[in-house]
């Protein structure tokens, strides 16, 4: 991926920010432009809360190019606190310690490397709270 | 608008073609078609595929293809909608057709998976879901799937075993029928005792990487009878879209795109689910399939697998499912599954289905996703005496 691309991102994936109709009261992760509720054009950046619940959640025991090291890892949607929804890596648990309800909080984590001399991902995972 | 009727179909068998590149499965497929009927020239091509440049590192599929099955430098264009491809292709050629704009189209599908390794197809399916916010975390294609069963059966409390049901009904289809990748039958203890490919989905609840391609030919139904005695009436079509991102979606027990395509079509053919006799679906996966029998109208949400098990989907039951094996059995060479459908539901109204022939097949349905329901499309044909 190139420099750009990745950091243009960096406000979403480092420190949850998303976007909120001022119109409506809908909230977006990533941001938007458009509230595709209420069609408003007026959107302010907010940032979102940093806990949540599950929704639902899969583990991967076959990963795409570049997450084979990781295997097997949960994936998951969580409702965060404010109703924004986010799609997230659940870390630091076994399996066998969530389910759906289960309540999360944000942490910040190495996504994955794209190889010996390329860029380093970072980004948001989630944690149960204990 | 003029009615649209397909005049001939043409399809490969679904496997790994080692032997046969992309061009090579295009061209297979479209000299079977173009031998059904016999027409002075073809107006334009539309192909439908999604991973060529990622697989083969090849695009502009619609000049390569035209030029390789022959025909005399007709506008020709590639479509991409993800797994919907194929069904979005055979959109604008019906689009073509209807207006008048053209007389006689070519709609393919095509997709060769095994020239890469499956990790690497695993990324290039993935690229039907959010790069930035999905992909990039490391959630798969068979990961959304799985997060769709596991939220399902929380709502409605339905089984593996149950769930299961649909891939075993599936091979049991494909058992009979020579064109498929997976000709034989598997039972739900094999289902149950697969190894995981996302938990809860288990690797025989999902479609595998596969290549083939698939062909129609459309015209004026008006003018079809010239061409084959049998044209098949392209009666309902419908077409929608919905947040590409599975966390997006409000409900994930239901695809809201395909219930828009599913009620366009019905409405435009002048018909319900309850007489539509054959129905090729979209399982790529056992829950997407699950699912899609509900938002097409078939059983109540949370009934189709209790329905599958009775029995409901075979030939001579309320509607005869995958009848040629499904996504699942069949194959799912991604961009030419939705032409596959056709092709296969074609030949039930043509009476040409072999082994799983449905008596007196009039009303035939197919239904194509792309990604986990950001885009469907859904068509009506129905048979004309």
């Not at chain 1, 806990?51 to 570049?66: F, K, N």
């Not at chain 2, 032997?19 to 027409?39: C, K, P």
């Not at chain 2, 002075?40 to 599929?61: F, I, K, P, T």
């Not at chain 2, 390794?117 to 490391?138: C, K, N, V, W």
């Amino acid at each position: 991926m190139s420099v750009p691309r990745y950091w243009r991102e960096i406000p979403s994936r480092y420190r949850l920010i998303g976007s909120k109709c001022v119109n409506c009261g809908k909230t977006y992760f990533p941001p938007r432009r458009v509230c595709r509720e209420c069609g408003s054009v007026n959107l302010e950046e907010v940032k979102l809360s940093e806990q949540g619940r599950i929704i639902t959640w899969a583990t991967v025991y076959d990963p795409p190019r570049g997450f084979e090291k990781y295997v097997p890892y949960i994936v998951a949607i969580v409702e965060l606190d404010d109703g924004t929804r986010i799609m997230t890596q659940i870390t630091d648990c076994e399996p066998d310690e969530i389910q759906i309800g289960t309540r999360v909080y944000a942490v910040f984590r190495k996504i994955r490397e794209e190889g010996e001399s390329g860029i380093i991902y970072y980004g948001y995972k989630f944690k149960p709270l204990k | 608008m003029r009615k649209v009727a397909v005049i001939a179909v043409g399809y490969t068998k679904v496997k790994e073609h080692w032997g046969l590149s992309i061009r090579d499965l295009f061209t297979e497929a479209a000299i079977m078609a173009l031998n059904e009927v016999t027409i002075d020239r073809v107006d334009a091509l539309y192909v439908g595929n999604m991973s060529s440049g990622y697989c083969q590192h090849q695009e502009h599929l619609g000049a390569l293809m035209a030029d390789y099955i022959g025909l005399k430098s007709p506008p020709a264009v590639k479509i991409e909608a993800a797994g919907a491809s194929g069904g979005m292709a055979l959109r604008e050629g019906i689009q073509a057709v209807a207006s008048g704009f053209h007389d006689f189209v070519v709609v393919g599908g095509v997709e060769k998976m095994s020239d890469v390794l499956t990790p690497d197809i695993t990324y290039a399916m993935a690229m039907a879901a959010d790069q930035e916010y999905e992909a990039f975390i490391g959630v798969t294609f068979a990961a959304l799937n799985a997060m769709i069963k596991r939220a399902y059966q929380h709502k409605f409390g339905v089984s593996d075993e149950l769930i299961a049901t649909l891939p075993v009904h599936c091979h049991d289809m494909a058992s009979k029928n020579p064109y498929a990748q997976y000709p034989f039958k598997i039972t739900i203890e094999q289902v149950l005792s697969s190894p995981f490919v996302a938990e809860p989905l288990r690797l025989l609840e999902c479609s595998s990487p596969a290549d083939g391609a698939a062909i129609l030919i459309l015209c004026p139904l008006e003018k079809a009878k010239e061409f084959t005695d049998t044209p098949i009436e392209i009666a309902g079509v419908g077409a929608a879209t919905d947040a590409i991102a599975l966390y997006q979606r409000d409900d994930l027990t239901t695809f809201k795109a395909t219930i828009e395509a599913a009620n366009m079509a019905y409405k435009m053919a002048h018909t319900k689910p309850e007489e539509v006799d054959v129905a090729e679906i979209h399982d790529s996966f056992s829950i997407t399939g699950v699912i899609s029998l509900e938002d097409l109208g078939f059983f109540k949400k949370g009934t189709a697998t209790k329905a599958i098990s009775e029995g409901e989907i075979t030939p001579g039951g309320k509607v005869a499912v995958n009848t040629f094996g499904g996504l699942k059995a069949r194959g799912h060479p991604v961009g030419a599954t939705g032409v596959y459908q056709v092709a296969e539901v074609v030949k039930q109204l043509r009476g040409e289905a072999g082994k799983n022939q449905v008596d007196d097949a009039e009303i035939g349905l197919t239904q194509n996703i792309g990604g986990v329901g950001g885009t469907v499309t859904v068509y009506i044909f129905r048979r004309i005496d």
